[in-house]
């Protein structure tokens, strides 16, 4: 156990070293004064860009591009398809074993999943309202701030007036939306008016997701424990050839090896 959980140790210090440089470079650290977030988010890019192009042809580099577009939306699934395949797998036989967690948490983790890629797909196929002509007094409704939004301010690319609170999308719709938000890479769409509540319908059933699956394996991992009476056992060290007494961090291992 002594060498896995060093491994484990070292994997744990690498990702978090890797979080928090990627969460520096790319959200902290300002490009305009940071020469490594410069490097890291423009001239990186940039740069492998060009060769790509140099190698592949334009053609080539403008189909790259149009996947990478929605490369967190494959990121997504490849996530979270991967989590339910091993609920699936693993988990569901081992809440069929279990005399203590009810085998109700599977029909409704079945209802869990069904509402996760429902609400995924709804905001991702859902437009976030377009500022027209027709539609401007439709989305009108919001107060000026005279600040970030002031009356009688025309878009430069439309020429329509703009509503308070809108912005133009040149991400996706090139128009202007109302109530403009944000443009979210995970379901590959512009969050505004029409679509700001299914958005966070998706954001709320997806903590609700984790928050009841964590609270399932917890109750199973504690079932196990319990039903076994594992802290009344004695662990033997295979490298030290010493015998150890159960606690929290030794019965972690057993567990997570054995399931």
């Not at 990627?22 to 890019?45: E, G, H, R, W």
């Not at 709804?122 to 401007?136: D, E, F, L, Q, V």
């Not at 998706?202 to 594992?230: Q, T």
Request: hydrophobic content about 45%; some cysteine.
């Amino acid at each position: 156990m002594g060498g896995i959980s060093t491994m484990l140790a070292g994997l744990l210090i690498t990702y978090v070293i890797g979080c928090a440089f990627f969460i520096y470079v790319c959200v902290v650290a300002d490009p305009n004064s940071s020469k490594m977030a410069q490097y890291m988010t423009q001239d990186l890019p940039q740069l492998l860009s060009r060769k790509f192009e140099q190698v592949f042809g334009k053609s080539t580099l403008e189909k790259l591009n149009q996947i990478l577009d929605r490369a967190l939306q494959l990121l997504y699934l490849a996530v979270v398809l991967g989590c339910w395949v091993v609920v699936f797998w693993y988990v569901y036989p081992w809440i069929t074993e279990s005399k203590q967690v009810s085998n109700a948490h599977k029909y409704i983790g079945y209802t869990v999943f069904l509402a996760c890629f429902s609400s995924w797909r709804k905001a991702c196929n859902t437009r976030p309202g377009i500022i027209t002509a027709k539609s401007y007094e439709r989305y009108n409704h919001y107060p000026f701030d005279n600040l970030l939004f002031v009356p009688n301010k025309k878009c430069d690319t439309t020429g329509i007036i703009r509503i308070a609170r809108s912005k133009f999308d040149r991400l996706k719709y090139n128009q202007n939306v109302p109530r403009y938000d944000h443009f979210c890479g995970w379901v590959y769409n512009t969050i505004g008016e029409e679509n700001y509540r299914w958005f966070l319908l998706f954001l709320g059933i997806h903590v609700i997701m984790c928050s009841y699956g964590s609270g399932v394996c917890i109750l199973l991992f504690y079932a196990e424990i319990m039903e076994d009476k594992l802290f009344d056992l004695v662990f033997y060290d295979r490298v030290s050839g010493q015998t150890v007494k159960a606690d929290v961090w030794i019965i972690s291992q057993y567990m997570f090896a054995k399931r």
